[in-house]
């Protein structure tokens, strides 16, 4: 029975074009239609979308300091050198808090908030919104990391008290 099923399991991946590595990763399986399709001497862009978070609860709010945002698995969330950001989003999942309700936060990766300018937490990232980054979709508001960045939230001059935010960032990377 377990060969069947291994049996099983092999022949979905080699009909659907993958296979995984040894890393748990998949690799594009070189007898599929789709690696035929892209023939010899294609290249596909290495990139995506990275989820870093911040969650109050986890890494907390202290005033005047930057935060280093986490991926999935709780390590800092980086991007490679050589990264071009085209893209942002950010998803307010609970709204930052602060004693006064006017604690600042910004985003950022290379430089202090070039991802989203420090702006007032209480009113730029409320309830279950979604909202814009300075690179949005075009190539006027990329940005090129120098070498490799870790991306990291600056809290201003008040402390948070509560809030987790994610943010999504997309990336292709170059030369």
Known sequence: MKKIILSLLVSVNLIAGTAIDANGGYELNRSSRLF????????????GWLKAQWSYSVQGGTANTYITLLDNDGRAAK??????????IIDVVTPP???TSSGKIGFGSNAIDDLKASAVAHTTYTSGSLVACIPTGNVSTAIKMASEATLKMSIGSEALT??????FVSYVVGD
């Not at 035929?36 to 596909?44: A, E, I, M, P, T």
């Not at 991007?79 to 942002?88: E, F, Y």
């Open 97 to 99: 808090t602060s004693a």
């Open 162 to 167: 509560a809030g987790k935010i994610n943010v």
């Open 36 to 47: 035929n399709k892209l023939g010899v001497g294609s290249q596909l862009a290495a990139g």
């Open 79 to 88: 991007l490679p050198d050589n990264a071009i950001v085209d893209d942002c």
